[in-house]
Nanobody, 117 residues
Framework: QGQVVESGGGLVQAGGTLRLSCVTS????????VGWYRQAPGNQHELVAS???????NYADSMEGHYTISRDNAKNTVYLQINNLKPEDTAVYFC???????????WGQGTQVTVSS
């Protein structure tokens, strides 16, 4: 059925760097696009970045540079690094895995990131 587990969130100070991890299991990882989304209080899910099974990165407008997405195929893991953290980065960060064949979409439970000024 597939599973996605996020980790790496926490309470951090502004200006720092944080790396979130999204570990997948039960999916054909080379055929899976993994995306990171964030949901700030009162807002809807918002795409931050995604990476295809072939390693092509796609960033939402104005996200590149502030966020860096990468993947480790040996660990079935996709990372999201947040650079120069700002209080407005405070959100729950979710991971979504989309397997191409057979088609399957799995969401994780999210990891909370709170940035203090």
């Amino acid at each position: 059925q597939g599973q996605v587990v996020e980790s790496g969130g926490g309470l951090v100070q502004a200006g720092g760097t944080l790396r979130l991890s999204c570990v997948t299991s039960g999916l054909a990882f080379p055929l899976t696009t993994v995306g990171w989304y964030r949901q700030a209080p009162g807002n809807q899910h918002e795409l931050v970045a995604s990476m295809s099974g072939g390693g092509r990165a796609n960033y939402a407008d104005s996200m590149e540079g502030h966020y860096t997405i990468s993947r480790d195929n040996a660990k079935n893991t996709v990372y999201l690094q947040i650079n120069n953290l700002k209080p407005e980065d405070t959100a729950v960060y979710f991971c979504k895995a989309e397997q191409l064949f057979p088609v399957r979409t799995v969401w994780g439970q999210g990891t909370q990131v709170t940035v203090s000024s």
